[in-house]
């Protein structure tokens, strides 16, 4: 008994030492933006008061949001430790993120360099350009986790960043900056959650609920400009106050735009802000137009998950080594149903088109392996296989979630749905008070019905296949999985899926089959084009002129060899998929449901 006491006493002086010595240290970076011909960050640290306790510097491995492994050791170049009298210290890359210094008492600087995360050539463990980061001659996009390396005894210590950048940029952030030019953070994931953008940037903001909004944009060719999609931001804002029922939780919000000529479309999380990397398109595109909205939706409406309602893996989010989560089902997936439905509910979008939406997820959906667990690619998000599953949880997700709403819905009478049930959670924990990790999914259950428990074992953490016609027609919408409309269309005969990374190739008719073709196969190239994720633009752009008839050669691997296959466009019945249609003569019962189910309660 004394001695637990003793322990006890020890450890709590200790913590109390170290915690103090914390916030007495200090880390300046000088970051250079400007005169960087090689489109390298050059990033110079000053250590004041640190006398350092450990020896490793290290650079994240994964941010909170992003659900990848983006190790960004490996765009570190040129690492460089210096005494307070300017020689060398000897440091050693001792592991992807780590540099271990040779004397970290006598430290007093830092330097190295960043490449651009979006020009460097990574053939393995590619990530999303928005969590990455990138700087060119007019603009730089900065994730801020993605430049600064630090001490893991110090992740509470103060940082200062002060940016170097030409006279004709200006910067958006929603960071505040000191009179003496510096952004001052109290711990490492402060910092991490502040994103800037610095360029030729157009600028709008508004207020709403009294919360001053600003929208920041890059548009390579000036084709975008803040003022012209401000009216987006401003109806994200104004559903998801409706639907939260509340005022957004922030005092101030910024949306950071990066819009080019490339097809990459993505976006991240942040507490006061939000990341939107975008093609620079026309906005009278509706799908174009519509998306921006619907994605600034999902990501304030992260403001109430993961940012507030969070298991303890991502509440304590260790940088050097993430721990997944399995409830990214609730993180992203809520976050991707509540963007869609809160537009249904708003009237912004009407039945019809909300469910469209949906046969476009299941389609999508298909593409990937149906026998993987929503639950299986949030734990395994930081491995391969699930890297190349992940998405999946934009699409198999949400119509787990639209049918949890609608059993929620009729078990209550209509009284309550998904979203009240994530409005009390939004209620029981918060930013400092995550919720326990392995229990979670009988802490929801408790609070809807053990149908609904039933549920999320079948349909998330196994992949039966889902009753998604007995459950949609509880609010009056017919779906049918597939049926011929009469008319033939062209067709390879396959279909691509990517089953773990690799893209291969399924449902092969007998035609394709006698020419060659079989069952997962993995997909080489078509007529020489290499075919690989990251160039899918450059080929499917060819695939999808082909004519009746039209030979082209596929180059697949199976069993390890290299196989080629002449093949041929074929005929066939056109067949539709995914149909949700609304019943014609619902009964009253089903009119009731849909009514609740159309509007927010
Ligand atoms: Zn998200």
Redesign the pocket.
């Known amino acids: 008994m004394m001695n637990k006491i003793l322990i006890l006493i020890c450890c709590f002086s200790v913590f109390c030492i170290r915690a103090q010595k914390n916030s007495m240290s200090q880390f300046k970076y000088d970051i250079e933006l400007k005169d960087n011909p090689d489109d390298v960050v050059k990033v110079r640290l000053k250590i004041k008061n640190a006398s350092l306790s450990n020896d490793i510097f290290q650079f994240v491995s994964s941010a909170p ?1 992003t659900y990848q492994i983006i190790d960004m050791g490996r765009f570190i170049k040129n690492l460089k430790a210096y005494d307070g009298k300017g020689k060398i210290i000897a440091t050693e890359k001792i592991a992807t993120n780590q540099w271990k210094i040779s004397k970290p008492k006598k430290v007093a600087e830092i330097y190295y360099e960043v490449a651009d995360t979006w020009d460097a050539d990574v053939k393995e463990q590619y990530f999303y350009s928005f969590a990455g980061m990138t700087l060119e001659k007019d603009h730089a996009l900065i994730n801020s986790y993605c430049i600064i390396g630090y001490f893991s005894d110090y992740e509470k210590a103060d940082y200062k960043l002060s940016f170097h950048y030409p006279k004709e940029w200006s910067v958006g952030t929603s960071a505040k900056i000191n009179e003496n030019g510096y952004y001052e953070f109290n711990s490492f994931a402060q910092l991490a959650d502040s994103p800037f953008l610095f360029g030729r940037l157009s600028k709008a903001s508004f207020i709403y609920d009294e919360i001053p909004y600003t929208i920041y944009v890059y548009s390579q060719n000036d084709e975008i400009a803040a003022g012209n999609i401000k009216g987006l931001f401003e109806n994200a804002v104004r559903a998801n106050t409706k639907f939260i029922k509340k005022r957004l939780p922030v005092d101030h919000y910024t949306f950071l735009v990066d819009a080019e000529k490339f097809n990459i479309r993505g ?3 942040y507490s006061n802000s939000s990341v939107y990397v975008m093609p620079e398109k026309d906005l009278s595109d509706t799908e174009f137009h519509d998306n921006i909205m619907t994605d600034a939706a ?2 304030l409406f ?1 403001l109430v998950t993961p940012i507030n309602v969070r298991s303890e893996y991502i509440s304590n989010f260790n940088f050097a080594s993430p721990k997944a989560s399995e409830h990214l089902w609730l ?2 997936g809520t ?2 149903w509540a963007s869609d439905i809160m537009m249904l509910r708003n009237g912004t979008f009407n039945l019809p088109r909300y469910l469209e939406q949906l046969s476009e997820k299941l389609t999508i959906s298909e593409k990937f392996d149906s026998k993987y667990s929503i639950s299986q690619l949030a734990l395994n998000c930081y491995t391969e296989t699930g890297r190349g599953q992940y998405e999946n949880i934009y699409h198999r997700t949400v119509i787990a979630l639209d049918m949890i709403d609608i059993m929620i819905l009729d078990m209550s009478d209509g009284k309550r749905g998904l979203r009240e049930v994530i409005l009390e959670l939004n209620n029981m924990y918060g930013k400092d008070k995550p919720f326990e990790e392995k229990n979670f999914f009988s802490v929801f259950t408790k609070m809807t019905y053990p149908e609904v428990g039933v549920f999320l074992d079948k349909y998330i953490k196994n992949t039966e296949v889902m009753p998604i016609e007995k459950i949609f027609e509880k609010v009056g919408v017919k779906y049918t999985k597939e049926r011929k409309t009469g008319d033939q269309v062209l067709s390879v005969g396959y279909e691509l899926f990517i089953p773990d990374g690799k893209i291969k190739i399924r449902y092969v008719t007998p035609e394709l089959k006698k020419m060659g073709l079989e069952d997962y196969d993995e997909f080489v190239s078509f007529n020489d084009i290499e075919t690989r994720l990251d160039n899918q633009a450059e080929w499917l752009g060819k695939f999808a002129i082909l004519k009746p008839n039209e030979s082209y050669v596929l180059k697949v691997k199976r069993d390890e060899k290299i196989i080629t296959v002449p093949c041929k466009v074929i005929t066939v019945d056109q067949v539709e998929k995914h149909i949700f249609e609304m019943l014609e003569n619902p009964n009253e019962r089903q009119k009731k449901l849909q009514e609740c189910w159309t509007k927010n309660l």
């Open positions: 949001g976006t991240l999380e999902h990501e992260h993180y992203e976050a991707e």
